[in-house]
């Protein structure tokens, strides 16, 4: 049996992974287009910062690993052409010839590749690039620039478009290496996966530690700066009430979110779903015979939505195992994502999982949002810090929909909202909340956890006895 992977991240690794694990002897074939398989971009943002001191540490496994687990990798080589009734990969090697790998089994990974927003200047001809100072961010090859921006022209300044989890790390990680951050998104406010309440919370964060940040700001060009400006770029912009809004900069970093990369799986007939992304079965099957795909390239099925389009690695390491595992004959089904994140700004976090008001009501359910706030340990022993929840739960039935978060970075928020994805994951009502059985000492909590004592504040508002 032979298992080719397309696609050296997070999902291609984590089924080649699955598969070898099942079956040691396994014939796995790993085809990636550039020399860094199993790099966690999710950590670039602290490789730029200077806190990960050096690209490297940013591997999951080192290459020595990954052989070791018992696959092969082919660095710097891009699959071409899927010919599914052959069971043939066409690839380009690494020395530039063409070559076909023969499959039994295959997994496309080919991920996401980064939204290039219509603002003049970034595409067409003459469009600006790295080497102006104009940077996309999703690859190590764009961490790569990006580190050469840094260290090569000393920018002191820089524009970041989109104010996404992506933009505001880039944001703190640029603001600890001492640029002069701009923030700029056409959104009412920040962060926009959270509502605009706790939105307001991050961006108070970035304008405390000196990031001006413009919200309702289209950008709609960028162009190189005329000579004696104090940057060598210009960006114009448009504010919510038409105002137009200019900055100088030296660096300029577009981050507006990511689309599927399915151009090799759509030419090879797959079938696409939600947003273009490749349409994919529970057990992570395409329409195409013996081909499987996971990741940030297919449609991810949400546990309360049905199909949606939610590229995160969380979900790419778990549908790339479910494809290794269903590849190499198993027969798992991906339980789903409620779309669980969390995103460090400076010294705070932000973290939802589940649904809002605004997506829940189309779904069908009766939502209701109550904040509420509590303390991340017990008051009198030092060091606590209070914890801003929103948590949206189903008038009729009382079942918990969703939980926002906002609170220190070290108030546990990642591990809090995970309580809350826990019990949605589990179809918990909000009151059920109060009965989980949660661990308490004074210095790291409270006898009613932070949220349960939320989940308390919904029911007595929504559900009064
Ligand atoms: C800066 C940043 C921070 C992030 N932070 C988080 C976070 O904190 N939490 C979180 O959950 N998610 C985060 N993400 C998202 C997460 O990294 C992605 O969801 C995840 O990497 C997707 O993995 P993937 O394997 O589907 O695709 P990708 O990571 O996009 O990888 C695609 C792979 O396919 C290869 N490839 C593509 N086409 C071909 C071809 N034709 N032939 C051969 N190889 C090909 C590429 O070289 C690459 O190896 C972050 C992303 C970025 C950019």
Redesign the pocket.
């Known amino acids: 049996m032979h298992l080719v992977m397309?696609?050296?991240?997070?999902?291609?690794i984590s089924a080649a992974l699955r598969a070898r694990e099942l079956d040691p002897g396994a014939d796995v074939t790993v085809?990636?287009?550039?020399a860094y398989?199993n790099f966690s971009?999710?950590g670039?943002?602290y490789y730029v910062s200077g806190e990960v001191t050096h690209w490297r540490n940013l591997a999951h496994r080192t290459i020595g690993d990954l052989e070791s687990a018992g696959m092969r990798l082919r660095l710097d080589?891009?699959?071409?052409r899927i010919d599914v009734p052959a069971r043939k990969l066409l690839i380009t090697s690494a020395g530039g010839g063409e070559e076909v790998l023969g499959y039994d089994r295959l997994i496309v990974?080919?991920?996401?590749v980064p939204v290039r927003p219509p603002i003049r200047g970034l595409a067409g001809p003459g469009a600006l690039g790295p080497g102006d100072g104009v940077h996309l961010?999703?690859?190590m090859g764009d961490t790569f620039a990006v580190m050469q921006t840094l260290e090569q022209a000393a920018p002191a300044s820089a524009v970041i478009v989109g104010a996404g989890?992506?933009g505001l790390?880039m944001a703190d990680a640029l603001t600890v290496r001492g640029l002069a951050v701009t923030q700029m998104e056409q959104l009412p406010e920040v962060l926009p996966t959270v509502d605009e309440e706790l939105g307001a919370l991050v961006h108070a964060e970035l304008a405390a530690r000196g990031v001006e940040v413009l919200t309702g700001t289209t950008v709609q060009a960028v162009t190189r700066a005329q000579a004696g400006q104090p940057g060598r770029l210009h960006v114009q912009a448009t504010a919510a009430d038409g105002t137009a809004v200019t900055r100088t900069t030296d660096m300029v970093l577009v981050v507006v979110g990511v689309r599927p990369?399915t151009a090799?799986a759509a030419e090879a007939g797959a079938t696409l779903g939600v947003k273009g992304a490749i349409a994919v079965d529970r057990r992570m099957r395409t329409s195409l015979q013996d081909v499987f795909a996971?990741?940030?390239?297919v449609i991810t099925h949400h546990r309360l939505l049905g199909e949606t389009y939610l590229?995160?690695?969380?979900?790419?390491h778990k549908q790339?195992r479910v494809a290794g595992e269903n590849a190499a004959g198993g027969n798992r089904e991906f339980a789903g994502s409620l779309g669980t994140?969390v995103?460090k700004i400076f010294d705070q976090a932000a973290a939802r999982t589940g649904l809002r008001d605004h997506e829940a009501a189309p779904a069908g359910f009766d939502p209701a949002t109550i904040e509420s706030e509590a303390d991340d340990h017990k008051a009198y022993y030092p060091g606590s810090h209070r914890i801003h929840m929103r948590i949206t739960g189903d008038r009729t039935t009382g079942r918990l929909l969703g939980l926002q978060l906002f609170g220190h970075r070290h108030s546990e928020i990642a591990k809090r909202i995970d309580i809350a994805a826990a019990a949605i994951f589990n179809d918990m009502t909000v009151d059920a909340v109060s009965n989980l059985d949660l661990s308490y000492t004074p210095p790291l909590g409270s006898p009613w956890e932070a949220v349960q004592m939320g989940a308390q504040a919904w029911v007595r508002a929504i559900q009064p006895r």
């Not at 085809?31 to 550039?34: F, G, L, R």
């Not at 990974?109 to 996401?112: I, Y």
């Not at 996971?294 to 390239?297: R, T, V, W």
């Open positions: 397309i696609g050296g991240s997070d999902a291609g085809v990636v287009a550039d398989p971009i999710c670039i943002p080589t891009t699959a071409r990974g080919t991920g996401a961010l999703h690859s989890y992506i790390e990369d090799l996971a990741g940030d390239c590229p995160l690695g969380t979900t790419a790339g994140q995103v």
